[in-house]
C-alpha cells in the first residue's frame, strides 16, 4: 500500500478554483490508478475523477465536475492532482485521494485500497 496526504483545501468563493494535491510514498507510484472521492456532510462518498496508472492517458470525471476539474499526475514527484476551476456551493466537501493497485481504475471507491485522510474543501455562496 502507499501512504497519501492530500493538501491545497480551503474556502474560496462561488467561480473561484483550487488545486488539491496528493503526495504519495513509495516507489511504485507510477503503477498505481489513482482517484479522487469527495463526501459532503450528511451524505455519502462520491467519484469525482480518476486517472490511470503509468502515462496516465486516461481519465474520466463525475459529471458534475465534467469541463470544471482535471485530473493529473507526475510520476517523477508521485503526486496527483486535481485542478478545480468555476466552484460551485454544491462542490463544498472533504476531498479524498485513493490508489487502486492496478494501471486500471474504477469509479467504485471500494476498488480502491489506501486512502489519504482528506483536506476540506468549502465553496461560499
Not at 482535471?70 to 485542478?83: C, H
Not at 490508489?99 to 476498488?111: C, M, N, P
Amino acid at each position: 500500500q502507499v501512504q497519501l496526504v492530500e493538501s491545497g483545501g480551503g474556502l474560496v468563493q462561488t467561480g473561484g478554483s483550487l488545486r488539491l494535491s496528493c503526495a504519495a510514498s513509495g516507489r511504485t507510484f507510477s503503477t498505481y490508478a489513482m482517484g479522487w472521492f469527495r463526501q459532503a456532510l450528511g451524505k455519502e462518498r462520491e467519484f469525482v475523477a480518476a486517472i490511470s496508472g503509468r502515462s496516465g492517458s486516461s481519465t474520466y470525471y463525475a459529471d458534475s465536475v465534467k469541463g470544471r476539474f482535471t485530473i493529473s499526475r507526475d510520476n517523477a514527484e508521485n503526486t496527483v492532482y486535481l485542478q478545480m476551476n468555476r466552484l460551485k456551493p454544491e462542490d463544498t466537501a472533504v476531498y479524498y485521494c485513493a490508489a487502486r493497485s492496478s494501471v486500471v481504475f474504477t469509479t467504485s471507491a471500494h476498488g480502491y485500497d489506501s486512502w489519504g485522510q482528506g483536506t476540506q474543501v468549502t465553496v461560499s455562496s
